[in-house]
């Protein structure tokens, strides 16, 4: 079995298709900032905004020369399915992040630029810019130039002294017409109902329904949220009969990017995924996008989920994996390591 497939402390480049593009994302998980890792929420948003892109919100011809900016980018996977849509994009993040995040941002718009004037029917790349962002810093805030059309992050909501720093980032960020959208993991239920406090006070939120995202990229504790600042949801049909409230480091000087990068030599996990080369591009039923809260973290009937893990002789791999040990399905093992991860989170070693 090829280790490459997972996510692994060894895999220092996931390749990703998105758009007909194969995006080449480097990472470090060995690091000691959670930002340079790519992490499973943002391929859930970049394939929701895929898997939409045809009409509507989020078509090319609604986002042409949006202005959009990314909190936590990270390893800028989020942005660049934005940027693919025809929006200007500012992947932000902590000064530690940006040397990664430029280095994916340059390498994977020099590919794309290229692949595009190969292709006459391509749809017209956006751009990435990359700037340093601390959450609440306001000289940090009036240095990008708010507001922005849309307001992107995806799983940067995990601990919860960084909240209250996080909504005022976003709420200085806003126009009355921002719209924010949010990929979150849930992986505290502490940390979960204090922003959901705090989303409820002060935007109101709609959860994008399971049939909307991709039918291999999504997972019951992954949720996707359109969200606005309070009393700016007019265009939001009443169809939808839930009003669910929820979901999500960050990084003056920003650094637009140009010029070629060479490939270095990095083992890559390799991310297929269905394309969609001839895209056609609208914001016309933000309805649509929205599901019934009572759905809200629930594991489908047909997914292992794991409990208790009391009895003797427990094996993960045997116990929990079973036969998908042996998958050939990168998103899923990329879960089960999730789970894996979830279930040792606690666990303490003897001496």
């Known amino acids: 079995m090829d ?4 996510n692994s402390p060894h895999t220092s480049m996931i390749q990703f298709e998105v758009f007909g593009e194969q995006l080449q994302i480097a990472q470090d998980p060995n690091s000691k900032h959670l930002g340079t890792t790519v992490w499973d929420a943002s391929m859930v948003l970049v394939k ?3 898997k939409n892109c045809r009409k509507g919100q989020f078509s090319p011809p609604k986002l042409k020369g949006k202005r959009v900016i990314e909190l936590g980018a990270g390893c800028g996977l989020a942005g660049f ?15 530690e992040v940006l040397p990664l995040l430029m280095r994916n941002a340059e390498r994977n718009t020099v590919r794309i630029k290229q692949a595009n004037a190969e292709n ?18 306001q000289q940090h805030i009036a240095a990008v130039d708010p507001p922005f059309d849309y307001i992107i992050g995806t799983d940067i909501v995990y601990v919860e002294h960084l909240l209250e720093p996080l909504l005022k980032t976003i709420l200085s960020l806003a126009g009355p017409r921002t719209t924010i959208l949010l990929g979150y993991e849930l992986r505290s239920t502490v940390v979960h109902e204090k922003m959901n406090e705090l989303w ?14 991709d039918h291999k990229y999504q997972h019951s504790n992954i949720e996707l949220f359109l969200m606005r600042p309070k009393n700016q949801m007019d265009y939001i049909s009443t169809v939808t009969n839930s009003t669910e409230d929820l979901p999500p480091q960050i990084s003056p000087k920003i650094q637009t990017v140009s010029g070629d990068f060479s490939r270095s030599n990095t083992q890559e996990a390799q991310v297929p995924t269905s394309s969609a080369k001839n895209v056609n591009f609208s914001f016309s039923d933000t309805a649509a996008f929205i599901e019934d809260s009572s759905e809200s973290c629930k594991h489908s009937s047909d997914e292992q989920v794991p409990g208790d893990i009391e009895r ?19 998103w899923k093992l990329r879960r089960y390591g999730s789970m894996a991860a979830h279930l040792l989170q606690n666990v303490q070693i003897p001496d």
């Not at 006459?120 to 700037?131: D, E, L, R, W």
């Not at 409820?200 to 995202?213: C, I, Q």
């Open 120 to 137: 006459p029917f391509s749809v017209p790349f956006g751009s990435i810019q990359v700037a340093e962002l601390d959450w609440g810093n």
């Open 3 to 6: 280790d490459n497939r997972y």
């Open 200 to 213: 409820k006070e002060n935007f109101d939120v709609k959860r994008v329904s399971k049939t909307k995202m």
């Open 81 to 95: 399915g934005m940027a693919l849509l025809g929006c200007d994009v500012l992947a932000t993040d902590q000064t």
């Open 312 to 330: 003797s002789g427990f094996n993960f791999a045997e116990d929990i994996l079973g036969s998908d040990l042996k998958s050939d399905d990168p």
């Open 48 to 50: 929701f905004l895929e």
